[in-house]
């Protein structure tokens, strides 16, 4: 009895742990959407923490197009940027991984033109991990 009831608890536990980490077909398309609604740090957080197991194929490319996007755009909030990044140092790794070649050269350009000359105080780590992978991407292209 006692196993049972171990057993039990050990799948009420485990179980939505698991499924967490799947992307099921319902959690995929609420993925698409929140990609295409990525405006801010905080709601890029957001879709990654809720949508990381479905990081993959159109919604992995609309990830890197936002990243991107953000950076190349909306450089003066690159400090909020910073404080989740230090919140979360494989959510840091995860914004990085997306400076890819999903976008023109030129948007690539711009994010590593700006990460080496405006970095904002206090961000200069952050600045050259961003300026390091777009050179890195522009170079291999």
């Not at 959690?27 to 197991?53: F, G, H, I, M």
């Not at 995860?94 to 400076?99: A, E, G």
């Amino acid at each position: 009895m006692k196993k049972a009831a171990l057993f039990f608890l050990l799948a009420i536990v485990v179980c939505p742990l698991a499924q967490s980490r799947e992307c099921s077909k319902e959690k995929a398309e609420a993925a698409e959407n929140a990609v295409d609604n990525l405006k801010t740090w905080a709601a890029v957080y957001d879709s990654y923490r809720n949508y990381l197991p479905c990081d993959e194929g159109s919604i992995g490319e609309g990830y890197s197009e936002a990243i991107i996007r953000l950076l190349a755009d909306r450089w003066s909030e690159l400090p909020a940027l910073d404080a989740l990044g230090k919140r979360s140092a494989s959510f840091e790794g995860w914004v990085l991984s997306h400076i890819d070649s999903t976008l023109g050269s030129d948007d690539l350009q711009k994010v590593s033109d700006t990460a080496k000359t405006q970095c904002p105080s206090g961000h200069t780590a952050l600045c050259e991990k961003i300026a390091v992978a777009a050179s890195k991407v522009i170079n291999e292209g």
